[in-house]
């Protein structure tokens, strides 16, 4: 397809297990953010990657999340020991280069969203 | 460090009416803004975008929003709406550098007939 696509859309795990959520960026969109949804609020933002320079980690809340992303390609954004508060809707967007070096906007993924029991 | 604020989290109004959307933000440096619109169960749709040049901009399905800069502000309007405008509104910025977006805590339209 022609947008950003993540997977799975729903999630729901036991509280301690491990979960990975997957997102496949637009073709050719050199920037990947992750962001996180709770119930009712705004989104916060987790990781960015731009290319194959280091990813911005800041927003990331514990140890317990991590991301990858291979390339200008897929990425997986992992949460190890859930917690119930790590229930929301997980967010990706990719965006591309424009002139001058800044970042097109963002473009969204539907989430996935993830119910920790 | 950059900051959103959404002034009214429900906006309810009637079908033809027209509406606004207050959004203020603050930053320490020049930034630029977003509104996003979210149907339920979706991700993100960019509804208009202010990055330079006319400060009156235009967006997707008859929107358009005003950056004012002395008064940090990015209001969202639209002359009359529709049942199917109902939705949650998303005001963002993001630094020139066009990195991660900072978030309103969004603003949910309700278009009543």
Not at chain 1, 60 to 87: C, K
């Amino acid at each position: 397809g022609a947008g950003v696509s993540q997977s799975p859309s729903n999630k729901v795990t036991e509280k301690g297990k491990d979960v990975e959520l997957r997102c496949d960026p637009i073709s050719g969109h050199t920037a990947l953010y992750w962001y996180r949804q709770r119930l009712g609020q705004g989104l916060e933002f987790l990781i960015y990657f731009q290319g194959n320079s280091a990813p911005d980690k800041s927003g990331l809340p514990s140890d317990r999340f991590s991301a990858e992303r291979t390339g200008e390609s897929v990425s997986t954004l992992t949460i190890q020991r859930t917690q119930q508060e790590d229930s929301a809707v997980y967010l990706c967007a990719s965006s591309s280069r424009g002139r001058g070096g800044s970042n097109q906007p963002q473009h969204f993924g539907d989430g996935t969203r993830l119910s920790i029991l | 460090a950059q900051s959103v604020t959404q002034l009214d989290s429900q906006v309810p109004v009637f079908e033809e009416a027209p509406v606004e959307l207050r959004c203020n933000y603050s930053s320490s440096v020049s930034v630029y803004l977003f509104w996003y619109v979210q149907y339920p169960n979706q991700g993100l749709q960019l509804l208009l975008k202010y990055l330079s040049g006319s400060t009156l901009v235009k967006g997707i399905n008859g929107f358009e929003a005003e950056f004012n800069k002395s008064q940090t502000s990015f209001h969202l309007r639209k002359p009359s709406v529709h049942i199917s405008d109902t939705a949650e509104y998303f005001c963002a910025v993001s630094g020139f550098s066009g990195s991660r977006l900072t978030f309103g805590e969004g603003t949910q339209l309700t278009v009543n007939p």
